[in-house]
């Protein structure tokens, strides 16, 4: 099993930052991906971002520019930094783990809120 603990959620204005992280426990050996997923009320779950165990990383096409992914190996944690936001960025975001063992699984944090005002 893989813990995913979630911080760095909260209100802010149109225009400013946050950074998200997501640390992980337990059983973290054979991680090959960590993102970060969003959801809006009444959309459906959308990828935000990842980043591979080799560094490699992408986005989408709605936060490129703006939202840099990050990961803390050493401390198995995985951010998101999130400048020059907007109100649609408003969401539930979930960290996300994907781990290969004998199958692949995905693990999911709790979310944290993210709420940008006009």
């Known amino acids: 099993q893989v813990q995913l603990v979630e911080s760095g959620g909260g209100l802010v204005q149109a225009g400013g930052s946050l950074r998200l992280s997501c640390a992980a426990s337990g059983n973290i050996f054979s991680i090959v991906a960590m993102k970060w997923y969003r959801q809006a009320p009444g959309k459906q779950r959308e990828l935000v971002a990842g980043?591979?165990?080799?560094?490699?990383?992408n986005y989408a096409d709605s936060v490129k520019g703006r939202f840099t992914i990050s990961r803390d190996n050493a401390k198995n944690t995985v951010y998101l930094q999130m400048n020059s936001l907007k109100p649609e960025d408003t969401a539930v975001y979930y960290c996300?783990?994907?781990?290969?063992?004998?199958?692949?699984?995905?693990?999911w944090g709790q979310g944290t809120q993210v709420t940008v005002s006009s």
């Open positions: 980043i591979t165990s080799g560094g490699s990383t």
């Open positions: 996300n783990v994907v781990r290969v063992a004998t199958m692949i699984v995905d693990y």
